[in-house]
């Protein structure tokens, strides 16, 4: 076996159905008096629930998160969490909502309690990014990282099939972009590859039986392991490729996760073979590439570039930007290489 560092933050997670419940005596657990609740416009009654449960430890309800955390979404949180005086912020929501506690997080240093409603894994990262005049940046600091997590089965049964395949999918990103990570750890590879088996098994319960409370139970606790996996580890080309077209073409983040990696799979099956192989068992298919393609087909998500709004013209340019700067990934990155990788999945092709 090979050497490794181990070196994982620990974050208290309570999983379950109805573990919501739990919200008032978590919060003060943190030693908080008054937590501010974060939403998206959307899950405004979420929050509001939330606030309610929390009672006199209620600063109030800010539903403004929006994707991609604009700085001026960021800044008029911070100016509303101080006027508040919010000594916790709880974020009741996907990554968009998670994303937001982590940008008021970063300049108080005041705990976050998540609450996940996607498959996003956010909250077990601490990764946060901001977007400022178009572009956004992100950076890792391990004060942002959530100091609980509730993972409650019932906020996820709300999730629409079409919302739920490709976060599931999401989740699935970070689950095997794990196992070839350039400081991959033995203990992570096993969450990866349970991660994998559960979400394959769950996805395709979940997008037919919304309210299937095993499936959304597999499906949340495979995305508690992509979102570990993700905050344990580096992540490779896909992610890369992923943030560009997230980034500069503005495509939706779940969605071009899920298009992206049966390619970047099969661009790395080579020199990953070992570890890619883990994740075709884990999927039950002969490649990975194929496993993950054919898992997006069952769960009705999309497949290509050009359906979710990828113009073609695009493809040399994100080509550029994605090989501009060297990182690791298992197999060296070279323009050709990705423009190919690119265009198969523009069409959306099952890999060879
Ligand atoms: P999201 O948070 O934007 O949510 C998508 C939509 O679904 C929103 O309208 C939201 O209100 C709604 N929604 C969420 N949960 C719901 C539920 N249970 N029922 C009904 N509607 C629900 O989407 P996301 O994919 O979770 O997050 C994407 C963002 O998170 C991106 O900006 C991405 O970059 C970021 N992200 C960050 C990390 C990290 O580690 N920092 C990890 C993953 C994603």
Request: proline share 6%; hydrophobic share 45%; glycine share 10%.
């Amino acid at each position: 076996m090979q050497g490794f560092v181990y070196d994982q933050p620990a974050t208290r997670v309570i999983f379950g159905v109805g573990t919501l419940e739990r919200l008032a005596e978590e919060v003060k657990r943190l030693g908080a008096k008054r937590a501010l609740v974060l939403a998206t416009p959307e899950q405004r009654k979420d929050a509001e629930d939330a606030s309610r449960r929390l009672g006199e430890m209620s600063a109030g309800v800010y539903a403004e998160a929006v994707m991609h955390v604009p700085i001026e979404t960021a800044r008029k949180a911070r100016e509303e969490a101080a006027r508040l005086g919010a000594d916790c912020y709880v974020a009741v929501g996907g990554g968009s909502t998670v994303g937001l506690g982590k940008a008021i997080a970063l300049e108080s240093g005041l705990p976050i309690l998540a609450v996940p409603t996607t498959y996003a894994g956010s909250e077990m990262t601490p990764i946060y990014g901001i977007t400022e005049a178009g572009v956004k940046k992100t950076g890792k600091d391990r004060k942002v990282l959530p100091k609980t997590v509730i993972y409650d089965v019932n906020l996820t049964l709300s999730l629409p099939a079409k919302i739920a395949g490709p976060s599931g999918m999401n989740a699935m990103a970070h689950l095997v972009e794990g196992l070839y990570a350039q400081d991959a750890n033995p203990i992570i590879s096993l969450l990866a590859v349970e991660g994998i088996r559960t979400l394959a098994v769950s996805l395709p319960v979940v997008v037919k039986e919304p309210q299937n409370l095993v499936a959304r139970s597999g499906a949340l606790y495979g995305a508690w392991l992509g979102g570990t996996v993700l905050g344990a580890v580096g992540m490779a080309l896909h992610h890369k490729l992923c943030h560009t077209l997230g980034g500069s073409f503005n495509l939706p983040h779940a969605e071009v996760h899920t298009v992206i990696l049966p390619y970047a799979a099969a661009y790395n099956q080579q020199a990953a073979a070992q570890e890619l192989n883990r994740a075709a068992e884990a999927l039950g298919a002969k490649s990975a590439a194929q496993g993950i393609y054919d898992l997006s087909v069952k769960i009705g998500a999309p497949v290509a570039l050009k359906d979710i709004g990828m113009p073609f013209d695009g493809l040399d340019r994100a080509a550029e930007i994605a090989t501009q700067n060297p990182y690791y990934n298992p197999r060296p990155v070279d323009y050709a290489g990705v423009r190919q990788l690119l265009e198969d999945a523009y069409y959306g092709k099952r890999p060879a």
